[in-house]
């Protein structure tokens, strides 16, 4: 995948948690689970939650593929 921000080849990768790793808009404080308008970028979140992910070393942007993780409504 080529950045899109410089355009150079980003080197593809993972990013990994020890919990379920989502997107909020809404920063959470306490009860640190996705809630229904949240965005799971991991799956295998009971074992080894994973996600892939691109990074570029260039601009320090990585850019992750959430197209696999199960919808946070499902969990
Ligand atoms: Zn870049």
Same mark, same amino acid.
């Given at each position: 995948? &080529?950045?899109?921000?410089?355009?150079?080849?980003? %080197?593809?990768? /993972?990013?990994?948690?020890?919990?379920?790793?989502?997107?909020?808009? &809404?920063?959470?404080?306490?009860?640190?689970?996705?809630? #229904?308008?949240?965005?799971?970028?991991? %799956? !295998?979140?009971?074992?080894?939650?994973?996600? !892939?992910? /691109? $990074?570029?070393? %260039?601009?320090?942007?990585?850019?992750? !593929? /959430?197209? #696999?993780?199960? %919808?946070? #409504? $499902?969990?």
């Amino acid at each position: 995948m &080529k950045c899109p921000i410089c355009g150079k080849e980003m %080197e593809k990768g /993972y990013i990994q948690s020890g919990r379920t790793a989502f997107f909020t808009t &809404k920063k959470k404080h306490v009860f640190f689970v996705a809630g #229904s308008k949240d965005v799971v970028l991991t %799956e !295998d979140n009971f074992t080894c939650p994973t996600g !892939d992910a /691109y $990074n570029c070393k %260039e601009c320090k942007k990585i850019i992750i !593929d /959430y197209s #696999s993780p199960e %919808e946070s #409504s $499902n969990l």
